[in-house]
């Protein structure tokens, strides 16, 4: 089983990164994906989660309208769309994969609804 995150990287305050996360040695398209990060120092915190088809999306308040959570299940592959990037979303970003139940749908936002995790990619926002 593994989750790959990729696509971070330095970008301007204002500018565009698009994450991906592909997942291989488990069933995909049965697993909602949950995007987190960390700052060093701090708790790793909820971003975005898409359900396993990619009817419904969650994001964390301060990325709303900024942020856009999607999926393609035929290339097992989520994506993290970052737009009007912000100093302070500077971090570690994480996907996560846990199979979709009634609880994993209410509590989204904690990581141990998440059973398989990538290694971060670094997104860094800069002038």
């Known amino acids: 089983v593994q989750l790959q995150a990729s696509g971070g990287g330095l970008v301007q305050p204002g500018g565009s990164l698009r994450l991906s996360c592909t997942g291989s040695?488990?069933?995909?398209?049965?697993?909602?994906v949950g995007w987190f990060r960390q700052v060093p120092g701090k708790e790793r915190e909820f971003v975005a989660r898409i359900t396993r088809s990619g009817s419904s999306t969650k994001y964390l308040r301060s990325v709303e309208g900024r942020f856009t959570v999607s999926r393609d299940n035929t290339k097992n592959t989520a994506y993290l769309q970052m737009n009007s990037l912000r100093i302070e979303d500077t971090a570690v970003y994480y996907c996560?994969?846990?199979?979709?139940?009634?609880?994993?749908?209410?509590?989204?936002?904690?990581?141990?609804?998440?059973?398989?995790w990538g290694q971060g990619t670094l997104v860094t926002v800069s002038s």
């Open positions: 996560g994969a846990g199979p979709q139940t009634a609880d994993s749908l209410v509590y989204y936002y904690r990581l141990d609804t998440y059973d398989y």
């Open positions: 040695g488990f069933t995909f398209d049965r697993y909602v």
